[in-house]
């Protein structure tokens, strides 16, 4: 870390630091109350994730000094904290392995949550990635030679038995490169819905749901057929809740697996020889045979085949892993009302 240089007294010293501290930056935040900024003669990375683990990895051993920011305590935080007990990779391992590590041997095809994350820690060490814990990056401005990257860190301790807050440090980071790698889910989206001040029953997003403990008997509204809603309406189903799931939107449910193979590796080896919408239309019709034509299960399809979608908007193809059984039996209700 020696080649990072933390300057103090910036403000006497830096013509461009006192031309800056007559402004207000982005986040409404004043120059003045900056503590400290640090030199890096590389990259700041954002994130410390699978995405800013890999980055790091590989900016180290091409020599390129970085620092990599995370906000929280730990590596893929994300993962760590805002998934549910029993989520499984939908990809094979070999299309989840970060650069130069395979995953273990002993790993199953699609390795669970845990051993996920034992994989990321395994790189880090592997590759002595080691993060700044606890800085929440909350703006990054570029002037034409460099990039200021705005990060605050709030300072607790124990006190009687609780965290109670006793301050927070801001810290500028001035580098030549910014990567940001905070990952496409790493802030909930919750709809609004009217009434939803006057229900009395308790809400959550699914980054808060971990399991259907305490769910047995009890009716559950699951808003949403992605890959998480078919999931935790899986779940909680397993758990003997009543689930229910809304489905506002057109959506691709493929089956994880087709011809003894990954959907998803059977679609990367069919993209070699033929064009995206001629691979849609096989997968299409290979999925009608093994799942069944699920608009008789009230999920339409949207009108642009799974992978072209991808390209063009960023929606996923739902992998189903159980859940269609479940509504094929009736022991998951779907409903298309808007509400």
Known sequence: MDCFAETEGKRAHDPLYQRRAATTPATGVPVDDVDSVVDVPGAVIVGAGPAGLAVSAMLGLGGVAYVILER?????????????DRLCLHLPKRFCELPLMPFPVSFPEYPTRDQFLEYLESYARRFAVEPVFRRAVISAEYDGESWWVYTKEVITAAVGG???????????????????ATGENAE?????????????????????????????????????????????????CNHNARASMVVRDTVHVLPREMLGRSTFGLSMWLLRWLP???????????????????????????????????????????????????????????????F
């Open 276 to 338: 995206v919408q001629t691979v849609d239309r096989l997968l299409l019709l290979m999925s009608r045979l093994v799942i069944g034509d699920t608009a008789r299960l009230s999920i339409a399809r949207p009108s642009l085949g799974p992978l072209e979608l991808k390209a063009v908007s960023g929606k996923t193809p739902v992998l189903d892993v159980g859940t269609l059984a479940k509504i094929k039996s009736g022991n998951i209700k779907v409903s298309t009302e808007a």
């Open 188 to 236: 909930p989206v919750v709809p609004e819905i009217e009434g939803a001040g006057r229900f009395k029953g308790q809400m959550m997003h699914s980054s808060e749901y971990r399991n259907g403990d305490g769910y047995a008997g009890k009716r559950v509204l699951v808003v949403g057929c992605g890959n998480s809603g078919m999931e935790v309406c899986l779940d909680l």
């Open 162 to 180: 609780e965290q109670a807050v006793l301050g927070c440090t801001m810290t500028v980071y001035r580098s030549k490169w910014l990567v940001v």
């Open 72 to 84: 929280c305590g730990c590596i893929a935080s994300l993962w760590r904290h805002r998934t549910y």
